[in-house]
């Protein structure tokens, strides 16, 4: 059977994304301590990094935030949770985030991001998943892409994986890398015909038991979340939230026997009005965030240990609040690294505090820790990375020590 045969068969149906990357991807193998795990959370909209950790004692903050900045408070609903003698945590994330950190499963690393300084959602979002601060628009792949590919043809099989609708930019590349939606529309979408056409397609190639098992998992999560969506929601439609999401992605990564790598964007961060302190559509976001990285880490189990996550956004907000009660595009952010074996229960990186000396163009945090430097520190110790492998996936960034 040739391809112009099998593709006339499938005619105008939907293609399953079949992890078809490499006979390696699905090679049966032993759970090793070699097999890490990495998992890139992308907060699309640009969070504000500085309502989650707060510079307590920087008055500069209050002053520039009199209706949103989160204060010191006798009210155990919105008391700040210190985390040191500078920082503190937003009490939404009392029963999730800070037990991590106490734990030191949780690291932050302020005044973190990318280089490029457009204050473009879109422009911002290319250069970070491109992983380069030049010629983002025609530059040819995605940092993960390259990440997977510096890994690919090692002693370990790799599997990446991408939990969005679409593939993002971030896996761009001459190979395809698979994606599947955990937001509601995970359905089998082939029929008994042109599931025999994919068999007839890769029944005498290497790829035959790679095809076939892409099939079963895509069944196996099919037939899961509709039967969640029923117990759930006693037949009405239910919108799946992300902490629901996390639980059945690590799922999915556990079973791989051999290195992962994921990736999942979470929306809804671009409050320029009402964005609240203590409570409003900012703190909800969090919350329901830190939930569901809390209910992933628990998932993961024993694993955990073998886990990195990594929590990045395309920048970050305006120190000072604006006149609708929210903030503006900014520069510097917050960076979350966690897991098992993650140098936690820090506040990493440099820190020059804030002052009308110290903000990127008057109004911004600055980007003093380039995301790139961070990631790239824990691609050489998680996954033995050299920095000639590192370059290659970062062109052009700036070696920053961490201690991840």
Do not use: C
Request: charged share 20%.
């Amino acid at each position: 059977m040739n391809r112009r045969e099998f593709l006339q068969g499938l005619a105008a149906a939907p293609l399953l994304a079949l992890p078809v990357i490499s006979s390696r991807v699905w090679a049966s193998a032993e759970i090793s301590s070699n097999d890490q795990k990495l998992l890139l959370i992308f907060l699309r909209g640009a969070y504000d990094g500085l309502n989650l950790l707060v510079p307590h004692n920087d008055s500069f903050y209050y002053e520039s935030r009199p209706s949103i900045g989160l204060k010191k408070s006798d009210d155990p609903t919105q008391s700040l949770l210190a985390l040191n003698a500078d920082f503190s945590l937003h009490p939404v994330v009392k029963d999730t985030l800070l037990p991590l950190f106490q734990n030191h499963e949780l690291s932050f690393v302020h005044a973190a991001g990318s280089p490029d300084n457009s204050r473009s959602h879109f422009h911002a979002q290319d250069v970070m998943e491109f992983g380069v601060f030049n010629d983002a628009a025609v530059y040819p792949n995605g940092f993960l892409y390259r990440f997977y590919q510096s890994l690919h043809g090692g002693n370990r099989p790799v599997f990446p994986l991408s939990y969005t609708s679409n593939l993002p930019l971030i896996f761009k590349g001459d190979s395809v890398v698979p994606n599947i939606s955990l937001k509601g529309n995970l359905k089998f979408n082939l029929n008994d015909s042109q599931v025999s056409l994919y068999d007839r397609l890769y029944s005498h190639s290497a790829l035959a038991a790679v095809e076939q098992q892409g099939i079963q998992i895509h069944k196996q999560a099919a037939v899961e979340y509709e039967q969640e969506m029923k117990e759930a929601s006693r037949g009405a439609a239910s919108a799946k939230g992300f902490a629901e999401e996390t639980a059945r992605m690590a799922r999915f990564i556990k079973e791989q026997q051999g290195i992962s790598i994921g990736f999942i964007d979470v929306g809804g961060w671009d409050t320029h009005v009402n964005q609240g302190s203590y409570n409003g559509q900012y703190a909800n976001n969090l919350k329901q965030l830190a939930e569901g990285i809390a209910n992933f880490r628990q998932a993961m189990g024993s694993q955990w240990k073998q886990t990195t996550v990594a929590v990045i956004s395309e920048f970050g907000r305006t120190v000072r609040e604006n006149g609708d009660g929210g903030t503006d595009h900014g520069h510097g952010n917050v960076m979350w690294l966690l897991g098992g074996d993650i140098n936690g229960g820090k506040v990493l990186g440099e820190w020059n505090g804030l002052g009308a000396a110290t903000l990127h163009e008057n109004r911004d945090l600055p980007v003093l820790n380039d995301y790139r430097s961070v990631l790239a520190e824990i691609f050489a110790s998680r996954f033995q990375l050299s920095e000639q492998q590192n370059r290659q996936i970062f062109p052009g960034y700036v070696k920053q020590s961490f201690n991840v």
